[in-house]
């Protein structure tokens, strides 16, 4: 049974913005943290946020000038929304859920419980 279904992504040019969404069921929405990985640059799998209900959101250094993750409590929906995206962010993104923030948190996808099918972003020059 699919627990996470991924839409947005796609074709943006450089400095363009994106939006991403991830449906969880109500179960998983409510009760696990829930956040993001991308596999960028033939690079690891890396976190790049997370957010866990009534807790402080965590994005990455690296884009937390330029991503916001949030949550549509209405629709069981987490957003990533990404702007000024450059060529270097193009790659696949993941949306995940596990019971704690830490995978999202320190990059690492081993154990993580529920992933979303991916989805491709591309940022031309």
């Known amino acids: 049974q699919v627990q996470l279904v991924q839409s947005g992504g796609g074709s943006v040019q450089a400095g363009g913005s994106l939006r991403l969404s991830c449906v969880a069921s109500?179960?998983?929405?409510?009760?696990?943290?829930m956040g993001w990985f991308r596999q960028v640059g033939g690079k690891e799998r890396e976190g790049v946020a997370a957010?866990?209900?009534?807790?402080?959101?965590y994005v990455a250094d690296s884009v937390k000038d330029r991503f916001t993750i949030s949550r549509d409590n209405a629709k069981y929906t987490v957003y990533l929304q990404m702007s000024s995206l450059q060529p270097e962010d193009s790659g696949m993104y993941y949306c995940a859920a596990d019971p704690s923030c830490g995978p999202m948190r320190q990059s690492d996808p081993r154990n993580v419980d529920y992933w979303g099918q991916g989805t491709q972003v591309t940022v031309s020059s």
């Open positions: 957010d866990y209900p009534n807790r402080t959101p």
């Open positions: 109500e179960y998983i929405y409510s009760t696990y943290c």
